[in-house]
């Protein structure tokens, strides 16, 4: 008896410690503390009209169904200070102006990407994170503030695994929405700033649904960590989006056995001129614009109907109902395409060296061009004849590029069970998908690619928001995307893509796994092996980001899988296997990075020395 009381003491004093660690991360969580910049500089690509729209217009996405109000009325965990407050959301790296004040379009004055949205049924008003909140950048130097709008952003958004070193902002969301239900005077404070002045029959309704929405993201949270869905962390500024699309897709809206582990977490991919290319994302998979972007809003939280609660099929006019809004998503779109490459700010980044610069772009055309430059088509070889210009975007093999693969094969090589939709080839045959490069024969239900699998739902999906959207069907060419299929092609390999203002996305490779374009054109070996990501200071000389240890930083390690920092490499030897170049001399890689920072500038590029360029040569080949 005495042994069975000191095992029990054991396990609660253990218990007591464990929950004392927890509650310690939850006050306390890991995140670099925030310092608002001496100034906030807006470069020249659109007009304040453009960056406001893309900025603050929904797409359909939900937060496990958090609404606007009550995401504005949260507290943090153990005081009354709100969640929502500027200083502590600009902490998980969310973009903030402290200039700015509350407006139509931003009522709450949340972060860059922090929408909102009323539901056209139930009129409920939801928080609506759309692409901005991961398609716009910043960069700081010397206590200065550079917006990149489109450019690639550093935050802590999409990690949704509970850690003990916190950080996150899905983990911290839950807490604070665990204490507010669980302590009863902050409920109290709570139900009076959404509700005003209330019956006791509202309270009580309010916290059944504040109940429900807390119960799907401790639901989710647990889910991800039991499964161990996303082994590798993620950290500042990169997810696995292909990998959480797919779980979202065909696992929650499908079928538990379609839970797949995404362990390749992908660095959020900068947007000017993405209109003009022939194929989108990091593998080169995507073609439509709206089928890209609805596939975005469903992975981000847009709602969706495949099946009954039960699991049971749907009634046909029930099928495929979303979330997604079509018309804000075309809105969007057609802003995107008037956003231009950030140019390099001399006065506040430093002088360009033209003497360095003018070698450095007879460099790149020997080196780079080859892979990078834009390869405008004729019309009579375009996808969408209309679109003016339509460039070649070249996936290069991961045989040959050499950079980690993780991601190019877990969409090529994951398969999903979709035999719950109950599809048959006539149906699928009707739709405006197009697979490229794909042998002909019925497609296999039992075993769909991610990219296959995506493309159909988003077709069903894309028709039904469009019918209840009211687009007819003269309009649809428009919506979609000069005209074009929902194309795939499944290829194991990278994206190439232009180089215009490349000096404003670090860091770099797919995976965020090189910090600077120095390290990037040098040698394999003499790139950091870890380093520390969530600063935003920049390093203007090797032209990346800062990677000393920071409090509140992520350590990434380029030895966990997904993060390898091979490949891409610049090296004496033989051709392939990430060898892509010869060797560069360290003078040769500073006056590349030094033109790399006003590569299609028409500031800079007429004053730049024209000076004779080396044939591209593919040198000798390892096989």
């Not at 069975?4 to 410690?17: H, K, N, T, Y």
């Not at 200083?87 to 929408?115: I, Q």
């Not at 804000?328 to 003497?355: C, F, S, V, Y």
């Amino acid at each position: 008896m005495r042994l069975l009381r000191r095992a029990l003491l054991g396990l609660l004093i253990m218990a007591v410690v464990a929950i004392g660690v927890g509650l310690y991360f939850v006050a306390f969580p890991n995140l670099p503390e925030y310092e608002a910049p001496k100034g906030l500089r807006y470069l020249d690509q659109w007009s304040e009209a453009d960056r406001q729209t893309y900025y603050y217009t929904p797409q359909g996405t939900q937060v496990k169904g958090l609404e606007y109000d009550w995401f504005v009325a949260l507290e943090l965990p153990f005081n009354q200070n709100k969640f929502a407050t500027t200083g502590h959301l600009a902490r998980f790296g969310f973009l903030v102006d402290h200039s700015h004040m509350a407006t139509a379009a931003n009522p709450g004055n949340l972060p860059v990407g922090f929408a909102r949205h009323e539901d056209d049924e139930s009129g409920r008003a939801y928080l609506d994170v759309s692409c901005a909140a991961c398609h716009t950048g910043e960069i700081r130097y010397q206590g200065h503030a550079i917006r990149i709008d489109g450019g690639a952003a550093m935050h802590s958004l999409a990690s949704t695994v509970p850690t003990l070193r916190g950080g996150s902002f899905g983990q911290a969301l839950g807490m604070s929405m665990a204490f507010t239900y669980y302590n009863p005077f902050k409920f109290s404070r709570f139900a009076h700033t959404v509700l005003g002045e209330h019956d006791e029959q509202a309270r009580a309704q309010l916290r059944r649904d504040f109940k429900q929405v807390l119960d799907r993201l401790m639901g989710t949270a647990y889910n991800d960590w039991h499964r161990d869905l996303y082994p590798t962390e993620e950290g500042f500024g990169r997810t696995d989006a292909f990998g959480r699309i797919a779980n979202t897709a065909f696992g929650d809206a499908l079928d538990p056995t379609n839970y797949r582990v995404a362990n390749a977490p992908v660095s959020y991919p900068h947007l000017w001129d993405i209109w003009k290319f022939d194929w989108v994302q990091w593998n080169g998979s995507a073609m439509q614009p709206m089928a890209r972007n609805i596939g975005e809003a469903l992975g981000v939280g847009a709602k969706l109907q495949l099946l009954h609660e039960n699991g049971q099929s749907l009634p046909e006019s029930e099928r495929y109902a979303s979330g997604v809004r079509v018309r804000d998503l075309h809105t969007l779109e057609n802003t995107l395409m008037r956003l231009a490459p950030p140019r390099w700010p001399e006065h506040i980044l430093g002088k360009i060296d033209m003497q360095q610069a003018s070698p450095g772009r007879a460099l790149y055309g020997e080196n780079c061009a080859h892979c990078h430059d834009a390869k405008p088509k004729p019309e009579s070889k375009r996808y969408a004849p209309e679109r003016d210009p339509e460039w070649r975007m070249a996936v290069i093999p991961t045989s040959m590029v050499g950079t980690d693969p993780t991601t190019a094969d877990n969409i090529a090589d994951h398969r999903f069970d979709l035999t719950r939709l109950g599809w048959t080839q006539n149906e699928l045959d009707s739709l405006d998908v197009r697979l490229y490069g794909q042998p002909s024969g019925p497609l296999d239900l039992s075993e769909v690619s991610s990219a296959k699998g995506l493309a159909y739902i988003t077709a069903y999906v894309e028709d039904r928001a469009y019918r209840d959207a009211g687009i007819s069907q003269a309009e649809r060419a428009e919506f979609d995307g000069f005209g074009l299929p929902i194309g795939v092609q499944e290829l194991r390999g990278y994206k190439a893509r232009p180089l215009d203002g490349i000096w404003a996305t670090p860091p770099f490779l797919h995976n965020g796994s090189v910090p600077s374009l120095f390290h990037l054109l040098s040698p394999v070996a003499e790139r950091p092996q870890r380093f520390w990501v969530g600063s935003r200071e920049y390093d203007p000389n090797h032209v990346g980001i800062r990677t000393e240890r920071f409090d509140g930083g992520f350590l990434l390690d380029t030895s966990v899988t997904g993060n390898s920092n091979r490949g891409h490499e610049f090296r004496a030897g033989c051709r392939g296997n990430g060898v892509i170049g010869r060797a560069l001399e360290p003078h040769e890689r500073w006056a590349l990075v030094e033109y790399l920072k006003v590569l299609g500038d028409p500031g800079f590029e007429p004053r730049l020395e024209d000076l004779p360029t080396r044939p591209h040569k593919h040198g000798p080949s390892c096989l």
